[in-house]
């Protein structure tokens, strides 16, 4: 049924659903508090189990697997704030890419830089002389945990027949890896007017590094998933239009060729708007793409692109958390009706639900049960 969605003339039998659930309804659903959920395996993974059994959908993000702390908590880490009221984890600005010599690292040898210099200082217990333990009991705990996620997966899959975003390998262009996880908003956005010529170097370094590795070590997806690979782009929103084609899409749109050039299939997040990025996405293949956009309109992006994309949206989460469960359902229904019945349409929210204010449980309920019944 996903699949239909994305190849041009096959229409599926209902529109599918997706939804990408976090924190507070999670949590709180299951009669849980924050902390006690993402640092207890057993704990996220029983609330998700309730979750997605309160909220039908055909696609989902993940089972939770990727929330849980106890990753951070045994390497050391304190790159982020965890919120106990609000549900929520935010990450420290921080900049581990500074000096010109850090650049020149990163260039000449990106692995020893990452072991050496950017692992050592996040990870605060690799550096009390028992790298070895630390990294054996990190090995251990995450095969423990993700054997778990694994096995809750199928039984998942096997009850409802729904699958997970999750499991389907995500590209990040280096820029965005770089500025989320090693050199910060602030550092990045220096860098692009200060050294420019460094960070050219680097990014490259980089993406010849990590997303070679990526390549190298995930496994191809056969056709009967819906999606070979994932896009999450955030960069775009700090750059302006040359920027975003000269530390970007050169990259992005490498792999973009390379992710479809054999006929695959990808589901492109775009975090915010569009801006630059929209200017670019002509050149993707007819048919090979999902394209869910944070903040443009549907009617814009159809509009610019027609049937070349699946597309993904349709619920914002603003009406989801400040209105009653009949008015979200009949919203529900004139969406589904303008866009449901061309066979290209993914109905979602517009962004991930996290905090309290994002969705009423009754109004999210109301939501699934009208896009569950709808049929083409």
Not at 152 to 176: H, I, N
Not at 309 to 323: D, E, I, K, Q
Request: aromatic residues 14%; proline residues 4%; hydrophobic residues 35%.
């Amino acid at each position: 049924m996903l699949r239909a969605t994305l190849v041009p003339g096959e229409i599926p039998e209902k529109v599918p659903l997706y939804l990408n659930l976090q924190g507070w309804l999670v949590y709180r659903g299951a009669g849980q508090g924050y902390m006690e959920s993402v640092n207890d395996s057993d704990k996220l993974l029983t609330a998700y189990r309730k979750a997605i059994h309160d909220y039908p959908a055909d696609l989902y993000y993940d089972t939770g697997g990727f929330a849980f702390m106890g990753f951070s908590r045994l390497l050391g880490s304190d790159d982020y704030y965890l919120n106990e009221e609000k549900y929520s984890l935010n990450f420290k600005d921080i900049s581990y890419l500074s000096e010109d010599s850090d650049y020149q690292w990163l260039i000449k040898d990106p692995q020893s830089f990452l072991w050496n210099r950017f692992y050592r200082q996040k990870f605060k217990n690799l550096n009390n002389g028992r790298d070895a333990e630390t990294i054996r009991e990190y090995l251990e705990l995450s095969a423990t945990h993700f054997e778990k996620v694994a096995a809750m997966k199928r039984d998942v899959e096997s009850e409802t027949g729904s699958l997970f975003l999750s499991d389907v390998p995500m590209y990040q262009p280096a820029f965005d890896y770089l500025f989320q996880y090693i050199i910060g908003m602030k550092g990045i956005s220096m860098a692009m007017r200060r050294k420019k010529d460094l960070l050219l170097d680097a990014l490259d370094s980089f993406e010849g590094l990590f997303n070679h590795y990526m390549d190298v070590m995930t496994p191809p997806l056969g056709n009967e998933m819906p999606f070979q690979n994932q896009i999450c782009l955030l960069g775009q929103t700090i750059t302006n239009p040359k920027q975003f084609e000269l530390f970007i899409w050169r990259h992005l749109g490498s792999k973009i060729r390379r992710m479809t050039e054999n006929g695959g299939r990808f589901y492109f997040m775009v975090e915010g708007a569009g801006s630059t990025l929209l200017d670019y996405l002509s050149e993707i293949p007819d048919g090979a793409c999902a394209l869910h956009v944070e903040s443009d309109p549907l009617d814009s992006l159809m509009e610019r692109f027609g049937n070349k994309f699946a597309y993904v949206g349709g619920m914002p989460v603003a009406l989801l958390g400040s209105s009653p469960p009949e008015v979200c359902a009949g919203y529900t229904r004139d969406i589904l009706e303008k866009y449901g019945r061309s066979g290209n349409f993914i109905f979602s929210t517009d962004k991930g639900i996290v905090f309290e204010a994002d969705a009423r449980c009754d109004s999210l309920k109301a939501m699934c049960e009208e896009v569950g019944s709808f049929r083409l």
